[in-house]
């Protein structure tokens, strides 16, 4: 995720709200419950959303081409 405006301010909202959410599932998934797997495998899906929402172009914006990541591992 960008460290600089504007890709740091733009995934502020989005990823506050998914890592919350998620908050919220791994407790229902520690609770014991009948939902219990559920809660597990939905914070599962919010993970990878949220990885998803990172490496949006922009939202990318304003990183350093030394320290991106690529989910393809071409290093672009």
Not at 29 to 47: D, E, I, K, L, N
Not at 52 to 76: C, D, K, M, Q, Y
Request: no cysteine.
């Amino acid at each position: 995720m960008a460290r600089r405006p504007p890709g740091n301010a733009l995934a502020a909202a989005p990823l506050t709200a998914l890592d919350r959410f998620r908050d919220l599932l791994d407790a229902a998934a520690r609770s014991g419950r009948p939902w219990s797997a559920a809660a597990r495998s939905t914070s599962g899906v919010v993970a990878a959303a949220a990885g998803a929402i990172e490496h949006i172009p922009p939202l990318t914006r304003g990183e350093r081409p030394a320290t991106r990541t690529s989910r393809t591992g071409t290093g672009r």
